[in-house]
Structures are given as structure tokens and as C-alpha cells.
């Protein structure tokens, strides 16, 4: 099965909002039943569903949301829905996402990318609280929607969160973060970082020779001993013989943070192809 999310309203000529499930002939599952899909409650603001992952017998979603499913349904930004029925399932709650600026104006807040790695859910976005505990861009919760607090994320993202211009991916080596990133609990960072799972910095992960330069990462998928990054970035990497260049898409080693030199691009991504992904 494949389960697609996205800012859309139809399928096929049928309305679904912003959820759908596919079988393998890609045609959508009626079994599967979102009902009213995704929605926020203010009418001028368009719901965006930005991440789907599958874990366990669920699926959960991630984005600008307030509502799924029905207007009584509470959905603040990640919700989790039953694989089979396409209904909320009630095990993740209590999920209120706030984001405030400078002038402590209330503004949406956006769930952006998150990766459920064993039984901890880690969330990055455009926010600066969680149900009212200070949580500045990033955030672990328990699959019940409490905070899981062996991940002390201190002070948080410095960073120009611009929906989804960072990128999170997770395996059993620690967590890893990229796109414009300028610190991270108070310590200065260079695009790409790799947290530890009690939430301070791997220190012997060091992208710092890579100097990124315009840097929305919007893909990374980890494989084997390598990272892989896509999305809109210049790369002039020092102490190389590379030559600068708009790459789209990089190979680093996920325990050093040293890129592979021989994952070389002629025809680098192109501007136009910003938003480019892969799996």
C-alpha cells in the first residue's frame, strides 16, 4: 500500500483532503476513509500535510492542521490514524503546537518533517512551544503525545525554519538535522548536525569543511554507513579539489561528516529542481 499526503483536495474526481491510500494497482483504497481529510479552523489558512511515516500498525501525519477526519476532531499538527480504517486513533493526544514571534503574537504553528525512530516520535518545525513547555523548533515526544524527556533539546533551533526548508532523519547511530541551521542550543552549526538521543551535539560529526552555502535541505534518507542530502544548496567544500557548484544532492559519511568525493555530480541540479527528494 502507498499513502499519499500532501495540500490537495481531490483525487481522481473524487474530494479527498490532503490523505490518501493506494494499493499496488494505484488505485485508492475504500476501505480506507479519511472522511473530511485535514483541515485548519481559520477558513483563510490552507491545511498542509507535509510528512506521512507508517510505524507499527499506524500511520501518522505531520503539517499545518488543526482538525482530521470531522470539525469535532481535534488534530493539532501530528495525528495518528488507523492503517486500515483511515480514522484518528486516540493513543497520540494532548498535541497543542504554538509558534510566537518576537512581539509574543500568537501565530500557526507547523509541524515540518518528523521520523519516529523505536517508540519516539522526533518533531522539528516552525514552533516555539509544546503544550506550553518551551520547545524551539524541535521536539521528542512519546507515541502517547507526552514529552519525552531523556531528549534535552535546551534552547533549541536557531534557524531559519521556512516550512519545510529542514529536513530530519533517524537511525540507531542518533538523529540527524539539515537546512539552514545556525545553532543549536546556543552552539553555532553549519547546515548539517547530528544529535545524540539524549539531545546534545555529536561533537565527531563535523560538516563544518562542507560550507554549504544557500542551504534548504528538503530529503535526507540514510543508507548504511552514508547520508544522502537533496534540496537547494551551493557547496564549496574546503580542502578539496571540487569546485563550487549548486550541487542538489550530496554523499557524507554519517559517523565523520566527511563528504564522499567520488559521489560527483557533472550536471548538478539545477535551481529549478529546489525541492527534489528521493528514498
Not at 52 to 68: I, T
Request: one cysteine or more; hydrophobic letters at 40%; glycine letters at 8%.
Amino acid at each position: 500500500n502507498v499513502y499519499i499526503c500532501g495540500a490537495f483536495n481531490e483525487f481522481d474526481g473524487a474530494t479527498h483532503n490532503g490523505l490518501i491510500k493506494l494499493n499496488s494497482l494505484g488505485v485508492i483504497d475504500p476501505t480506507f476513509t479519511s472522511n473530511d481529510g485535514f483541515y485548519f479552523q481559520d477558513a483563510d489558512v490552507r491545511n498542509e500535510v507535509y510528512k506521512v511515516q507508517v510505524y507499527n500498525d499506524l500511520v501518522y501525519a505531520s503539517g499545518r492542521f488543526s482538525k482530521y477526519y470531522n470539525s469535532s476532531t481535534t488534530a493539532n499538527k501530528i495525528v495518528a490514524i488507523n492503517l486500515t480504517t483511515g480514522a484518528k486513533d486516540t493513543s497520540l493526544n494532548a498535541l497543542v503546537f504554538k509558534w510566537y514571534t518576537g512581539s509574543s503574537a500568537e501565530k500557526d504553528a507547523v509541524v515540518t518533517d518528523f521520523k519516529i525512530f523505536n517508540d519516539k516520535i522526533y518533531a522539528i518545525g516552525q514552533f516555539t512551544s509544546y503544550n506550553d513547555v518551551s520547545a524551539n523548533g524541535i521536539i521528542s515526544l512519546n507515541l502517547d503525545g507526552t514529552i519525552n524527556t531523556t531528549f534535552d533539546y535546551g534552547t533549541g533551533l536557531d534557524a531559519m525554519l521556512d516550512m519545510d526548508s529542514i529536513s530530519i532523519e533517524v537511525d540507531s547511530s542518533g538523529i540527524y538535522l539539515a537546512g539552514p541551521i545556525f545553532a543549536y542550543n546556543d552552539t553555532g552549526c553549519n547546515s548539517i548536525i547530528k544529535l545524540n538521543f539524549d539531545g546534545t551535539l555529536n561533537m565527531d560529526f563535523d560538516t563544518t569543511a562542507l560550507n554549504v552555502q544557500s542551504n534548504y535541505f528538503f530529503s535526507l534518507k540514510l543508507h548504511n554507513a552514508w547520508l544522502y542530502a537533496a534540496g537547494d544548496f551551493d557547496l564549496d567544500p574546503l580542502g578539496t579539489s571540487l569546485v563550487p557548484s549548486t550541487r542538489g544532492v550530496l554523499k557524507i559519511n554519517k559517523n565523520t561528516g566527511v563528504l564522499d568525493e567520488d559521489f560527483i555530480h557533472v550536471n548538478p541540479l539545477s535551481p529549478t529542481h529546489n525541492r527534489a527528494g528521493f528514498d
